[in-house]
């Protein structure tokens, strides 16, 4: 069992409306988790970062997270095709900031105008 | 925000040639880095973390004598590849975690290693 886990995709959905997407991960004792976005050829950047059961939102983005169910998942609200694009959902080993970033294999998006 | 940047951004080397890549946190001091690997259509693979002023700690299945690290200074970490071969074709990324209570990872632009 990988230790994060995401559909890869490609998750297809057309401009304006909400796109979700699901992580699940294994280690029951992770507390920081993550999404990010990677552009094709780029490097990833960070879009949310979520520790505690519930919502967060941030703009068009909500992050959700389930620790009894082990879950986290990201919606993006009025999709974009600049939404376009793969992404990554982490989690850190470990309370410290610098603990080590576990990734997701990534699901890729695809916003039709 | 924070800047990490990384040198060079692309490079293409011949079978059995050794090859460095920098990674240079330009905000902020950083007394740990991390290096991942991404092959296309695949996720991020971390490979070590680069610990400033000790031996970096190595990923299982990652051979610390083929991947040299070397993190000489607070603002400076570098991967060296020995020995490279085409299956080590690849996008090299580092990041930068920010410390004093934050929880941001500051990802570098990214080296692609071609080796032919």
């Known amino acids: 069992q990988k230790e994060v886990e995401q559909n890869s995709g490609p998750l297809s959905v057309p401009e304006g409306a909400i796109a979700s997407l699901n992580c699940t991960y294994s280690?029951?004792?992770?507390?920081?988790f993550f999404w990010y976005r990677q552009y094709s050829g780029k490097s990833p950047e960070l879009i949310m970062s979520i520790y505690s059961n519930g919502d967060k939102e941030d703009g068009r983005f909500t992050a959700q997270l389930n620790k009894a169910s082990q879950y986290v998942s990201l919606l993006i609200r009025d999709s974009q095709p600049s939404d376009s694009a793969t992404y990554l959902c982490a989690v850190r080993r470990g309370s410290s900031n610098t603990g080590k970033l576990i990734f997701g294999q990534g699901t890729t998006l695809q916003v039709k105008p | 925000g924070a800047v990490v940047s990384q040198h060079p951004s692309w490079v293409i080397c011949k079978s059995g040639t050794s090859v460095k890549i920098e990674c240079r946190s330009l905000d902020f001091q950083a007394t740990t880095m991390f290096w991942y690997r991404q092959f296309p259509k695949q996720s991020l693979m971390l490979m070590a973390t680069s610990n400033e002023g000790s031996k970096a700690t190595y990923e299982q299945g990652v051979e610390k004598d083929k991947f040299l690290i070397n993190h000489a200074s607070l603002t400076l970490s570098t991967l060296t590849v020995t020995s490279a071969h085409p299956e080590d074709s690849s996008f090299y990324i580092c990041?930068?975690?920010?410390?004093?209570?934050?929880?941001?990872?500051?990802f570098g632009p990214g080296t692609r290693l071609t080796v032919l």
């Open positions: 990041s930068v975690p920010l410390a004093g209570g934050t929880d941001t990872q500051y």
């Open positions: 280690d029951r004792g992770s507390q920081s």
